[in-house]
């Protein structure tokens, strides 16, 4: 059986809303309206799970009674429709103690993608091209935009590095947990003697940071700029468009180039420091915590091996959850990857409600 959350955190919630809600109705400031819209539409859903659980509380306390009626009828209709409100019951009290689960702050957020060849030479930097495809193919079905940041394109194809952000609501949500080495077995197309070939690539995630995630003062800033490069070494234009910024107080360096627009390369590059930085900052944060888990699925180390895709027998294995899919090509062209991403979440999930349980 399920157990629901305290009545009294129960009580607040519905409180809070209430308090939200006749806020906004007395039509406050701009600000206050942006910041309270947002707070209640994360209640919103809360409090709908919370008056389901209260309605089938009062449901199994109404046949509960009636197993005690006088009329045999009733207790008998009572007893039939007692084991089904029980368990109606225990499924809305696990629903409610998911939607209560500690929120990640950056959960809502945008997204830095960063993809790096590693082991494999060209074929690394191919599957790095692979990979962001997948990404961007995924992005595509969610609604999200992609926008490439900077790229090093491989010898043969595909990118030594590239970082692009990824746009929109809860993306980091979705894809924190693709951070990782991702490790790739398949006959390279200059094999002439059929052997598999294992490559990999480094994926990070980063969330995108605001001016109010995390504080950059100028003076610890090192911009240089420069002429942007492009494929083979070839100038892309006589302006000095690409901007080189270094943070001074961590050594963090950021790189962006663009065709045109050296303004734009600035603020590409003060976002993605940005969201190194504070990323830095929420892995320091969660270190200690991050050490107590026997799990690393959601723990960001991006030197664990968290997945391979064999193409030969046409798999996907994530081992952090030791589940398999037979649909490496569905995977790869992102129609799939929720199948994944889906179980990662659930087992997330799953390891903090037990660690609650645990407390």
Do not use: C
Request: aromatic share 4%; proline share 3%; net charge negative.
């Amino acid at each position: 059986m399920s157990i629901a959350p305290p009545a009294d955190r129960l009580n607040a919630i519905l409180a809070r809303h209430d308090i939200v809600t006749a806020t906004l109705n007395a039509a406050p400031d701009g600000d206050t309206i942006v910041a309270l819209s947002r707070e209640l539409s994360e209640l919103d859903g809360v409090v709908d799970a919370i008056r389901a659980y209260r309605a089938m509380e009062e449901n199994l306390q109404g046949l509960q009674a009636m197993l005690e009626d006088s009329d045999p009828e009733m207790r008998a209709l009572a007893h039939e429709e007692v084991p089904g409100a029980r368990e109606d019951l225990d499924r809305a009290a696990q629903a409610l103690r998911l939607m209560l689960l500690p929120k990640d702050e950056a959960d809502e957020k945008s997204a830095i993608l960063e993809i790096r060849a590693g082991t494999g030479g060209d074929e690394a930097a191919l599957f790095a091209g692979d990979l962001l495809r997948m990404y961007t193919r995924y992005a595509d079905l969610k609604g999200w935009k992609v926008e490439v940041v900077s790229e090093s394109e491989g010898t043969a194809g595909g990118y030594k590095e590239v970082v692009a952000e990824v746009k929109g609501r809860g993306v980091f949500a979705r894809l924190k947990f693709e951070s990782g080495v991702h490790r790739v077995q398949r006959v390279p197309d200059t094999e002439t003697q059929g052997r598999i070939h294992t490559s990999a690539a480094t994926v990070a995630v980063l969330p995108e940071a605001e001016d109010v995630d995390i504080a950059i003062n100028d003076a610890d800033l090192k911009i240089d700029t420069m002429r942007a490069q492009g494929a083979g070494g070839q100038h892309v234009n006589k302006t000095e468009s690409a901007i080189r910024i270094t943070h001074l107080p961590t050594g963090t360096v950021v790189f962006v180039q663009d065709e045109r627009s050296q303004h734009k390369n600035r603020a590409r590059a003060l976002s993605l420091l940005r969201a190194r930085l504070y990323d830095a900052e929420r892995t320091a944060k969660d270190a200690a915590r991050a050490a107590d888990r026997k799990s690393q699925v959601g723990s960001g180390d991006r030197s664990e091996r968290i997945r391979t895709y064999n193409f030969p027998q046409g798999r996907v294995t994530d081992h952090r959850i030791n589940l398999t899919l037979y649909k490496l090509e569905e995977v790869i062209a992102g129609n799939a990857l929720d199948e994944l991403i889906d179980a990662l979440i659930t087992d997330h999930q799953a390891s903090l409600l037990a660690d609650q349980e645990a407390a």
